[in-house]
Nanobody
Framework: EVQLVESGGGLVQPGGSLRLSCAAS????????MSWVRQALGKGLEWVSAISWNGARTYYSESIKGRFTISRDNAENTILLQMHSLKSEDTAVYYC????????WGQGTQVTVSS
């Protein structure tokens, strides 16, 4: 059974940093690219970032480029999202996403950027 478990969210002031983690299990982790997707309250899903199976290629949305960094540890079956210079508009639930033979989502972790 595929499981994606996010952690690391919380409340942070504007300009602050957070690091999100996604622990994956139930599939061959290093066979697949992985993504982060977020959803702000009352809004649709927004793709944030993706990383190739071996970490060699990374992709970012324009809204977070230069502030967020995605990485992965295939030995630990984990992906990370390091977030710096957080803004109020980054407030959202952040989901780990696997697009494989079907779509898989974690339960999400709330990130709130507020003073």
């Amino acid at each position: 059974e595929v499981q994606l478990v996010e952690s690391g969210g919380g409340l942070v002031q504007p300009g602050g940093s957070l690091r999100l983690s996604c622990a994956a299990s139930g599939f061959t982790f290093d066979d697949y690219a992985m993504s982060w997707v977020r959803q702000a309250l009352g809004k649709g899903l927004e793709w944030v970032s993706a990383i190739s199976w071996n970490g060699a290629r990374t992709y970012y949305s324009e809204s977070i480029k230069g502030r967020f960094t995605i990485s992965r540890d295939n030995a630990e079956n984990t992906i990370l999202l390091q977030m710096h210079s957080l803004k109020s508009e980054d407030t959202a639930v952040y989901y780990c996403y696997l697009g494989a033979w079907q779509d898989y989502w974690g339960q999400g972790t709330q990130v709130t950027v507020s003073s």
